[in-house]
């Protein structure tokens, strides 16, 4: 055999990089334009829908919610690729826990800062969103009734209330993705995150 890199110490047959495993699903092709059927893979074979809230006996990233970044349907990167997770979150957090912290992470700030930081998961933002609008609209009333104890007492009051009923249903629905939408606010927070 010819040496035709005199700078490498070995053949390039013995170092060369491996094909990527076969996608689920592809066919071969033949030159007369007709398909053959799908090829059966027993390494890829279609793995069944992982739910991420079920307890795993893991203790890596997919304990918290999180599939390790390739939406939990095998160990390799191009397996996973065109498949979507809507569990998935950008922080290695869980996505109910987080969809929480829109709102406990000090109001308005909090849904701010998730939507910064969140770009995976449009139920996480949809939360950011509403805590951001919402508790932005009272931290002005409590500004313009900043001069009346009273007034200023019975908002506070209302921010806690509309802190832990939200924390709450972010919590609860956060299974089924279902969103609860606080009137103005949330239909104003979906329509910007539809936008998005």
């Known amino acids: 055999m010819a040496d035709f890199a005199p700078?490498?110490?070995?053949?390039?047959?013995?170092?060369r990089a491996l094909s990527p495993p076969p996608i689920e699903g592809r066919r071969s092709f033949s030159p007369g334009g007709q398909r053959s059927p799908a090829l059966p893979s027993p390494t890829n074979a279609p793995k069944p829908f992982v739910n991420p809230w079920a307890p795993t006996h893991d203790s890596s990233a997919r304990a918290f919610g999180n599939s390790g970044g390739n939406g939990g349907f095998g160990g390799d990167i191009e397996s996973g690729r065109?498949?979507?997770?809507?569990f998935d979150t950008s922080l290695p957090i869980r996505l109910d826990y987080e969809a929480c912290l829109a709102y406990?992470?000090?109001?308005?700030?909090g849904g701010v800062?998730?939507?910064?930081?969140?770009?995976?998961?449009?139920?996480?933002?949809?939360?950011?969103?509403?805590?951001?609008?919402?508790?932005?609209?009272?931290?002005?009333?409590?500004?313009?009734?900043?001069?009346?104890?009273?007034?200023?007492?019975?908002?506070?009051?209302?921010?806690?209330?509309?802190?832990?009923?939200?924390?709450?249903?972010?919590y609860r629905d956060a299974d089924t993705l279902d969103r609860f939408e606080v009137p103005f606010f949330g239909?104003?927070?979906?329509?910007?995150l539809d936008d998005e």
């Open 7 to 15: 700078y490498q110490d070995q053949s390039p047959e013995t170092n």
């Open 82 to 86: 065109g498949r979507l997770n809507e």
């Open 104 to 109: 406990l992470l000090l109001p308005p700030a």
């Open 113 to 170: 800062l998730l939507l910064v930081m969140e770009q995976k998961s449009d139920y996480v933002r949809f939360h950011a969103w509403q805590s951001a609008l919402l508790f932005s609209a009272i931290f002005v009333l409590h500004l313009i009734f900043s001069w009346s104890t009273f007034l200023s007492w019975l908002i506070f009051i209302g921010d806690l209330g509309l802190i832990g009923l939200l924390t709450f249903r972010a």
């Open 187 to 192: 239909p104003l927070a979906s329509r910007i």
